[in-house]
């Protein structure tokens, strides 16, 4: 089972966070942006990751609940005033919670393409529920004009607003959860969610309720996939359908195999490489003309992904870190 | 009057599924024979009423349009299969959805680079551009009559191929039993390639049929392709018949719900979805085993 | 007479129109091994899936303990102390040995909804992992990889995996296929030492080990029972002999116990 990383890659780790904590001493915008998206969407992939590389449940509409928990935060921020996050995170949670508990209840009793589809379409029908409403600006999106706040009385502990603030917010966030991760993979609910990815049936006949465990983790990997739109929807103020589609669904399943499913930073990593690689075919700089048309080239690498990184990054880490120390 | 304009609702609900029939078969034979997902389905259907749009314009009629545009989404579905979806047999589903991910990302940029970003509209050729009155104030136009009637020969012929012919045995056999067509020694290649290019096929003539109905726009193809998706769940996958039930149940619910019920249009078709997994996990003529 | 352990009545299954299993009754009792012998084909593990739950009967009634578990899903069976092993190596090939029955004892507890402390922590899971795997002979194998170990050991792990459940009944479905001798002798000797706690159905194709571990011997042909009694009965039933048993009885017979 993998579930710790080998010493040599919980030291590369640990050189990453330690580096990235570094990123806003610089203090250029553009990269503590660009960094605190990498971290979010990171949180994002990783829940995946918990789903596809550890449930054996490969879910294309991971990103209705991103999307969700941004559009909660949306309508109950006041226009003019901040959130407070110790109710809002707590109300964007359980709004998430409880969509990924109503879709997941009915998509885990399907297997396979039939789980695939399904859970792309309950996505789409999320989507095109804010797409056609005008409960949140519709197919434009909506701003939360005053990002959230953490406040106790009128003590502001910590602003959203401010980017460093949010950075590190971000950073905390990812190394708490992929911990959280580690050990919860490490736990007996841990061990029988890997078994039912590598043999339903048997642990059917073991006795184990598989719909029961596949439903918490389903429940558990949309929740925290919340927390990321949360932060996501903080960065920029603004929620749009797109948040919730497709598209963005299949990113973050990009993030999984690119960093490498099954290893848990292997999607961190896969955030960081994939957002990176975007800026790269975003750069005229760089890649000329096709700058205009950069989701070509962002289709070809995805292919080539697919065909010729079969472990992802995180697998070829993994690799030269050597053979993980025996564990039980 | 009012069951007049009910009539008119459930012919354009008919002639919806119908089309959505075109698609989902295609889709659901690729899963069922090739154990194939493939997310770009939609994007022949897109790609279909771009070439409807473009060849409409060069050739002054639709019809010219369609005879032109058959051998080039066939050729595209070839060579689509010859170079990528080839590296997809004996992989893992995951794997399928992201690449035929990228491809779809591709193909959008291409059709922004090619025919841009705005909406078309494509005339209804001359012959069938009248409307046959039903009462005074209500008529249906030729057109949409043309459209049903030619799904329904793509689909009645489809039924004989699939029954009468060694091909078609070939098609059911795989579709009940990969590993055994393989077996079996049919020149299984073969028959993948030409079973994905008939399917690319048959989604390009659907959207050429629907490029005078619905506007030619760009993301037209990854909306098709949800609802596709749900026939494909609800009828089962690799079933034909399931697929046209699906399709003409879809069809149905989806306009009578933009008449009745507009505010919850949009989601009644992923209701009906829901309902009927509750019911049937495997779909309506699922076969309860996944083969993937 | 004391109610039968696993009783199962007058049970059918159909595959659209060919009935695997016809109307076959059997019972199986505490500290007694119940052997289903016959052809391939035969129906037996069919049989097996409709008492584990893998199956549902299309008729019939299966009872445990005076209790209707007819058309009861498997996990449910199996929770209420019914474990089966499978003909076709089941297990969980990424695992270790200790994984593998560590998710076996782990199966007995009442949730595994808990998500903080190490899946090693609990003492009694432990205990009955690290029991389950020295009494079927694995201790030394315990953290290798279960891809990693012999066909025969991957055997032997179904079997010890079956016991960290702790069950009252054992499922055995061809436990001996494709094992050497020695591995066959010793999978012999561990059935006989958990016969006496436990109600045993086994199907088995090697006549020998029928011989020397049955009290109850039911023969199956074509989805039916053709001749249920003790070992020695069947051996002498001339329509067994001429239905099935045949030269392969001859050579049991000879060395015999």
């Known amino acids: 089972m993998v579930n710790a990383p080998s010493r040599g890659i919980a030291a590369a780790l640990i050189l990453l966070a330690l580096a990235l904590a570094l990123v806003p001493l610089g203090g250029d915008k553009y990269w503590i942006k660009l960094v605190t998206r990498m971290m979010v969407l990171g949180i994002f992939a990783m829940s995946l990751d918990l789903l596809v590389g550890y449930t054996g449940l490969v879910s294309f509409g991971h990103a209705a609940f991103f999307g969700l928990a941004g559009y909660v935060l949306h309508l109950i921020s006041p226009d003019d005033a901040a959130v407070n996050m110790l109710w809002a995170l707590p109300a964007c949670l359980a709004a998430t919670a409880a969509a990924a508990a109503v879709i997941g209840a009915l998509s885990v009793r399907t297997r396979g393409i039939y789980f695939i589809m399904v859970t792309l379409a309950f996505a789409q029908m999320l989507f095109y529920f804010f797409h056609d409403s005008d409960l949140a600006g519709g197919s434009d999106g909506a701003f939360i004009y005053v990002k959230p706040v953490v406040q106790l009385g009128d003590w502001v502990l910590l602003d959203l607003g401010g980017r460093t603030a949010l950075y590190y917010l971000a950073l905390a966030s990812q190394v708490v959860i992929y911990a959280g991760l580690v050990v919860m993979l490490r736990s007996p609910f841990g061990k029988v969610i890997q078994g039912i990815k590598i043999n339903e049936h048997r642990m059917r006949a073991l006795g184990y309720n598989v719909y029961v465990y596949k439903l918490v983790s389903f429940v558990i990997g949309g929740t925290l996939a919340g927390y990321a739109g949360f932060l996501f929807a903080s960065i920029d103020g603004f929620v749009s359908p797109e948040l919730l589609g497709w598209q963005e669904s299949g990113i973050a399943l990009v993030m999984v195999i690119l960093g490498g499913m099954g290893t848990l930073f292997g999607p961190l990593i896969g955030a960081i490489a994939l957002l990176g690689v975007e800026e790269l075919f975003r750069d005229r700089a760089v890649v000329g003309v096709m700058a205009e048309h950069w989701q070509i080239l962002m289709g070809g690498f995805v292919i080539a992904v697919v065909l010729f990184l079969n472990n992802g990054l995180g697998g070829l880490l993994v690799r030269l870190a050597g053979r993980r120390e025996g564990e039980r | ?292 | 007479m004391a109610e039968a352990l696993l009783q199962a009545t007058a049970v059918s299954r159909n595959f659209g129109g060919l009935r695997a299993v016809d109307g076959v009754s059997l019972s199986c009792e505490t500290g007694r091994v119940h052997a289903v012998i016959g052809p391939n084909g035969a129906g037996k593990t069919t049989l097996i899936n409709l008492l584990s739950g893998d199956l549902a009967p299309s008729a019939g009634r299966i009872t445990y303990k005076g209790r209707d578990i007819t058309g009861m899903p498997a996990h449910r069976i199996s929770r209420l102390g019914i474990g089966r092993s499978y003909q076709r190596t089941n297990i969980f090939p990424e695992f270790t040995l200790w994984q593998n029955c560590w998710l076996a004892a782990q199966s007995r507890e009442a949730s595994s909804l808990r998500f903080v402390a190490p899946a090693n922590a609990q003492q009694s899971v432990r205990a009955r992992t690290e029991t389950a795997l020295s009494t079927a002979g694995l201790e030394a194998k315990a953290d290798t990889a279960a891809r990693a170990v012999s066909y025969g050991e991957q055997r032997q792990l179904e079997i010890a995996m079956l016991l960290a459940m702790d069950p009252d009944v054992l499922l055995l479905d061809e436990p001996l296929a494709g094992m050497g001798a020695d591995e066959s002798a010793y999978v012999i000797d561990l059935i006989r030492r958990v016969a006496p706690d436990h109600g045993i159905v086994l199907i088995e194709h090697d006549m020998d080990a029928v011989f020397a571990v049955a009290d109850t011997l039911t023969v199956m042909v074509d989805g039916v029972i053709l001749e249920s009694g003790r070992p020695d009965d069947i051996r002498d039933s001339a329509r067994v002999r001429e239905a099935y048993l045949g030269d392969e009885l001859g050579g049991a017979g000879g060395d015999g116990p």
């Open chain 2, 1 to 292: 009057m009012d069951w007049l304009f009910l009539l008119i609702q459930t012919m354009n609900g008919i002639q919806y599924g119908l089309l959505l029939f075109l698609i989902a078969s295609g889709l659901t034979l690729v899963f069922g024979i090739m154990g194939i997902i493939n997310l770009a389905h939609g994007s022949f259907y897109m790609i279909g009423a771009y070439l409807a749009f473009s060849f409409t314009q060069m050739t002054g009629s639709l019809l010219w349009a369609i005879v032109l545009g058959i051998p080039a989404t066939l050729v595209l579905g070839v060579v689509i299969e010859r170079f990528f979806i080839v590296h997809l047999y004996h992989r893992d589903h995951l794997q399928q959805v992201l690449l035929t991910f990228g491809l779809i990302l591709i193909f959008n940029e291409l059709q922004l680079v090619i025919w841009g970003g705005d909406p078309n509209g494509v005339p209804v050729p001359e012959i069938l551009a009248g409307s046959i009155p039903v009462s005074e104030t209500l008529s249906y136009p030729v057109y949409r009559l043309f459209l049903s009637a030619v799904c329904l020969v793509l689909a009645g012929i489809m039924m004989v191929v699939i029954q009468k012919t060694r091909l078609g045995m070939r098609i059911r056999a795989g579709a009940s039993n990969r590993r055994m067509v393989e077996a079996l020694g049919v020149n299984v290649r073969a028959l993948y390639a030409v079973v994905f290019s008939v399917g690319v096929t048959l989604a390009g003539v659907a959207g050429m049929l629907a490029a005078p109905v619905e506007t030619v726009y760009p993301g037209m193809g990854e909306q098709i392709l949800i609802v596709s998706f749900v026939v494909v769940v609800i009828g089962g996958i690799g079933s034909i018949k399931g697929a046209f039930l699906g399709a003409l149940a879809i069809g149905l619910a989806d306009v009578y719900g933009q008449v009745y019920l507009p505010e919850i249009a949009s989601v009644a078709v992923y209701a009906l979805m829901a309902a009927i997994l509750l019911w049937r996990p495997e779909g309506l003529f699922g076969r309860g085993a996944e083969n993937g």
